[in-house]
């Protein structure tokens, strides 16, 4: 039967007012509840009938898990903040103008007034074999739609495709990775702290996750260190249409200068793989390097290797060659230099 | 058979195999484990019979022109079964680690490990069918009397004399039988799901076989591959059994002593190397 569009399937709501009461439901709930934070990525699977959890919980009355505020020069965000407060919020812009730039840029107005950053991080996959409900791997299959000689492929990934080759499609991940940010997940009375690129996952670790959140896990807070604070930034991101779309590509660095020397860099590009996709081999070539056009050209190179084109959309190879040179160059709008 | 598969719906709206129920998985775990716990307790308790010492020191007396350690296994046939042992560990532990939790990008390993697998037993059988006495490890009717016989001391009757095995025990030879069995599936199977992965060695093609069959591959291979949880573990069991040290021992070292062959072998089955 195909999916019936726009009609909910029935489950019970919970809309908790603080956390304790929201960890107390998912511990009792475990894989039968759905953590709901601004809805963008929840009502697509639940409209369509492709996800029926037994139990939603809804973060949205939770007021504490919203806010932005100063951590020692950093800053600590609220996983249910909404991508607009973050890409206007003063402290951010001022510090962390990378991040600022990546929630600009998501979606729509209507849609950064409503998506979380927590949220944002933490959606699933976009590819349409997938969201259609089809039994690929990512939904516990045995095989993968979009990887095969006829799929429609093009916004697919070119890096560490293992069986599965859907991309993550965050705007903010690869931002938050190039500022070394720590993400606070809460379990029951326990709270961890993982490393923003440790918190996602590529389809080798776990086919049917692109996070690290298990049942029960309740993402609360985002924190970023200052060591990036006003550093040199840049983020640019390519779609298909510049009002409203997910990215093809994009890319997040932040660069720490000595001169005209690049002393420090992390570089991450999105889009192109299950987890944000840093380009470790392009910041330990570049650093101890000059910001000039050899430079760029160099990484440019580097930043692809091993990439993995599939029938469609072999372009994201010269995407994200043109991408990496853009970004040591600094010439985007969203450059700080 | 609901409970025992995975079922998904097709886009074309067919219900089709996904795989088995990781469900199997553990009960091959604890059905092994119960198996040993049980043989384990069983031998401890019962009056499991081994041959009268009088009859091997007679046996020794009548063949004094036996060396005093006979190969058992030669050099390429141990490094056949240990490789055989790695690929196979390597194949299980890497297949059912992540389901137990312990997440890794598991599946380069998996066909890997194979690869080295498939190649292994490709060797063994040319140096089964042409090197090695090829019959020597099959079972068949004419293995009932030898099977009363170890079921009758197992029982705790005193059955002395022939029939005994040749080169390889009963117990050893209906686990050749089982491991046959449930290989040539689970390699069968995998060397087609290898069409379903990026491996640089064939070209990746989905569309190899119908939905059904690669349902019916995929379902196989995860039987035949629980079944090895259970064969595995009740390999290292009687490998580990105080009275079993010596084939362990031999496989290691390749020989066993003359008393060991007198006492477990028949002679003129099993011609021994002089």
């Known amino acids: 039967m195909p999916p019936i569009r726009d009609v909910m399937p029935a489950f019970e709501l919970f809309q908790p007012a603080n956390v304790g009461d929201a ?95 927590g949220g944002n991080v933490s959606q699933d996959a976009r590819c349409w074999y997938y969201r259609a409900g089809w039994p690929c791997y990512r939904a516990g299959g045995n095989i993968c739609y979009a990887d095969t000689p006829t799929s429609i492929n093009r916004e697919h990934a070119i890096f560490n495709a293992d069986r599965c080759v859907a991309v993550n499609p965050s705007d903010t991940a690869p931002a938050l990775i190039a500022l070394d ?118 990484a440019a190179e580097l930043a692809v290797q091993g990439a993995v084109p599939l029938r469609h959309n072999a372009y994201k190879i010269p995407l994200v060659k043109a991408l990496v040179k853009r970004a040591i160059r600094g010439e985007a709008e969203w450059a700080t230099s | 058979m609901g409970n025992l598969v995975s079922w998904a719906r097709s886009p074309w709206g067919e219900s089709v195999l996904i795989h088995i129920s990781w469900d199997l998985f553990w009960a091959a775990l604890v059905g092994g484990l119960l198996f040993l716990l049980a043989h384990g307790g069983y031998m401890l308790f019962s009056q499991h019979q081994k041959r009268d010492a009088s009859e091997v020191d007679r046996l020794e007396a009548e063949r004094k022109g036996l060396p005093a350690n006979i190969t058992r296994h030669g050099f390429v046939a141990r490094m056949f079964h240990w490789v055989m042992a790695f690929s196979m560990l390597t194949l299980l532990f890497t297949a059912f680690l992540p389901i137990v939790g312990v997440k890794f990008a598991w599946v380069y390993w998996h066909w890997m490990a194979g690869i080295l697998l498939t190649a292994s037993v490709m060797f063994h059988i040319v140096h089964a069918t042409f090197v090695l006495d090829f019959w020597s490890i099959w079972v068949g009717p004419k293995d009932i009397p030898e099977f009363k016989n170890e079921m009758m001391r197992d029982m705790g009757q005193e059955i002395p004399g022939t029939p005994k095995p040749g080169k390889y025990p009963l117990g050893n030879r209906l686990y050749h039988l089982a491991v046959v069995v449930a290989g040539m599936f689970v390699i069968g199977t995998g ?25 019916l591959t995929y379902v196989t291979h995860g039987l035949m591959g629980v079944g090895f949880v259970g064969l595995v573990i009740a390999h290292i069991y009687f490998a580990l059994r105080p009275e ?9 070292f390749g020989t066993i002593t003359r008393r060991e062959y007198l006492e477990h072998h028949d002679p003129d089955r099993w011609v021994a190397d002089k």
């Open chain 2, 244 to 252: 079993k040290l010596w084939v362990t021992k031999a496989m290691i």
């Open chain 1, 181 to 298: 940010a720590e993400f606070v997940i809460k379990r029951g009375s326990a709270e961890r702290v993982v490393p923003a690129r440790e918190f996602f996952v590529g389809p080798g670790i776990d086919i049917t996750k692109l996070t690290v959140l298990q049942p029960g896990d309740l993402l609360t807070a985002i924190r970023i260190p200052a060591t990036w604070a006003g550093k040199e930034h840049y983020f640019e991101k390519v779609r298909d249409r510049q009002v409203w779309d997910f990215a093809l590509v994009n890319i997040a660095a932040s660069l720490n200068m000595s001169g005209t020397t690049i002393s420090d860099v992390r570089m991450v590009v999105n889009g192109v793989s299950a987890e944000p996709y840093r380009l470790d081999a392009v910041e330990a070539a570049i650093k101890g390097k000059p910001r000039d056009k050899a430079t760029a050209e160099m």
């Open chain 1, 23 to 117: 960890l107390g439901i998912l511990d009792r709930h475990g894989a039968d509840a759905w953590v709901m934070a601004g809805g963008m990525d929840t009502f697509d699977w639940l409209k369509d009938r492709i996800k029926k959890p037994k139990v939603v919980v809804d973060l949205g009355n939770i007021s504490e898990l919203r806010g932005i505020k100063d951590a020692a020069g950093g800053l600590e965000i609220g996983a249910l903040t909404t991508l607009t407060t973050v890409a206007n919020d003063p402290l951010v812009k001022e510090r962390f103008p990378l991040l600022a730039a990546a929630a600009l840029i998501v979606a729509s107005p209507q849609i950064r007034n409503q998506a979380t950053v």
């Open chain 2, 191 to 215: 060397i087609v799901m290898m069409w379903r992965v990026r491996t640089g060695l064939v070209e990746r093609n989905p569309y190899l076989f119908a939905d059904t069959t690669w349902g």
